[in-house]
C-alpha cells in the first residue's frame, strides 16, 4: 500500500532537487552555457581558461566574478557559436581588451625583452657555475711547495724492493 506513493514521493523530491538547484544557480548569477558538441564545450572552458580578467588582475575570467569577465565569457560562447577558430576568438578578445588578459603573451618586438630575460639569465647561470668549477680545478691543482716537491721526488725516485 505504502509502495505507489514512495514512486510518487521519489518524483516528487527529486523535481524538487532539480528546481531547487536551477534557482539557487539563477539566484547566484551563474552563468549555464549549453554546447550540443563536448569538443566545442571543451573549448569555451580552455578559452575562458588562458584569458585573464582584466578587473581582478590574476584571475582568469571563468573564475570571475566581475562583470567584464561575465561580457568576456558571452563574447567567447557567441563566437564558438559562430565557428570561429580559437585563434580567431583570441585575435578579436586581444583587440577588443588588449594583449593583458593572454596568460601567455605573444612572441612580438615589444615582448622579446619579456621571453627573452629569462633564457638570459638561464644561460648566465649556467656561464657563472662553469667558471666556478673551473676555478676550483685550477686552485686543486696549484703549484707544490719546494718541501712537497723534495718529498715526491724522493718517493718516485725510491727503489722499489724486488
Known amino acids: 500500500m505504502i509502495r505507489p506513493f514512495l514512486g510518487l514521493a521519489t518524483a516528487l523530491a ?6 531547487g538547484n536551477s534557482s539557487v544557480a539563477m539566484a547566484a548569477g551563474i552563468e549555464i552555457r549549453e554546447f550540443d558538441d563536448p569538443v566545442m564545450e571543451q573549448r569555451y572552458r580552455d578559452l575562458t581558461g588562458s584569458m585573464r ?3 581582478c588582475e590574476n584571475q ?3 573564475d570571475s566574478d566581475a562583470p567584464i569577465s561575465a561580457d568576456m565569457r558571452q563574447r567567447v560562447y557567441v563566437l564558438l557559436q559562430d ?5 580567431e576568438i583570441v585575435d578579436h578578445m586581444v583587440q577588443r581588451f588588449g594583449e593583458y588578459i593572454l596568460y601567455n603573451p605573444r612572441l612580438e618586438n ?33 703549484a707544490l711547495s719546494p ?3 723534495a718529498r715526491l721526488n724522493d718517493l718516485i725516485n725510491r727503489k722499489r724492493p724486488k
Open 110 to 142: 615589444r615582448t622579446y625583452l619579456l621571453w627573452g630575460t629569462p633564457i638570459a639569465l638561464t644561460l648566465a647561470g649556467l656561464l657563472l657555475v662553469v667558471l666556478m668549477v673551473r676555478s676550483r680545478r685550477n686552485a686543486a691543482a696549484r
Open 53 to 55: 580578467c582584466p578587473l
Open 83 to 87: 565557428g570561429r577558430a580559437d585563434i
Open 60 to 62: 582568469a575570467i571563468d
Open 147 to 149: 718541501e712537497e716537491r
Open 14 to 19: 527529486m523535481a524538487l532537487m532539480l528546481l
